[in-house]
Antibody
Framework: EVQLLESGGGLVQPGGSLRLSCAASGFAFNNYAMTWVRQAPGKGLEWVSS????????HYADSVKGRFTVSRDSSKNTLFLQMDSLGVDDTAIYYC???????????WGQGTLVTVSS | QSALTQLASVSGSLGQSITISCTGSSSDVGDYKYVSWYQQHPGKAPKLMIFDVYYRPSGVSSRFSGSKSGNTASLTISGLQAEDEADYYCSSYTPSGTVFGGGTKVTVL
């Protein structure tokens, strides 16, 4: 059974940093691209970042480019999102998801809430 | 990376069919056969309902079907049921990343 478990969310002040983790199990982690998607309170889904199975091809939304860094550790089957220079607009539930093919996300974690506030 | 356009809400009666549209551009929906649809119930993670325009993942009801014409993709729900009441999001692959629609709230009357 595929499972994705995010952690690392919490309350952080504007300008601060946070590192999210997503522990994956139940599939060959190295063989699949992975994606972070966020959802601000009461709003729609927003693609944040994706990374290839090998980890050598990250992509970022314009809204986070230069501030967020996606990475993965194949030895721990874990996906990461390092978030720096956080602003109030980054407040959201952050989901990690497993890619299937081109762009479809077939499994999602339960999400972790990031709140940026002073 | 402009969001795809979806109507904010659509409603239908039990047993009826509804269609949700998703309009993009020649740079996303119009150029790739990689449109997906997701269902999200309140407080839950999204669930993949359709991928690559037409295909249903295992376990998804055949009442859900997808199509595409030009820059517009569509999700049709036939035989509407109470449990179909949820938010629905389309997405499209692009070489620089995925783009989502703003979401459509489906209400079952």
């Amino acid at each position: 059974e595929v499972q994705l478990l995010e952690s690392g969310g919490g309350l952080v002040q504007p300008g601060g940093s946070l590192r999210l983790s997503c522990a994956a199990s139940g599939f060959a982690f190295n063989n699949y691209a992975m994606t972070w998607v966020r959802q601000a309170p009461g709003k729609g889904l927003e693609w944040v970042s994706s990374i290839s199975g090998s980890g050598d091809r990250p992509h970022y939304a314009d809204s986070v480019k230069g501030r967020f860094t996606v990475s993965r550790d194949s030895s721990k089957n874990t996906l990461f999102l390092q978030m720096d220079s956080l602003g109030v607009d980054d407040t959201a539930i952050y989901y990690c998801a497993k890619n299937e093919g081109y762009g479809s996300l077939d499994y999602w974690g339960q999400g972790t809430l990031v709140t940026v506030s002073s | 990376q402009s969001a795809l356009t979806q109507l904010a809400s659509v409603s239908g009666s039990l047993g009826q069919s509804i269609t949700i549209s998703c309009t993009g551009s020649s740079s996303d929906v119009g150029d790739y056969k990689y449109v997906s649809w997701y269902q999200q119930h309140p407080g839950k993670a999204p669930k993949l309902m359709i991928f690559d325009v037409y295909y249903r993942p295992s376990g998804v009801s055949s009442r859900f079907s997808g199509s595409k014409s030009g820059n517009t993709a569509s999700l049709t729900i036939s035989g509407l049921q109470a449990e179909d009441e949820a938010d629905y999001y389309c997405s499209s692959y692009t070489p620089s990343g995925t783009v989502f629609g703003g979401g459509t709230k489906v209400t079952v009357l």
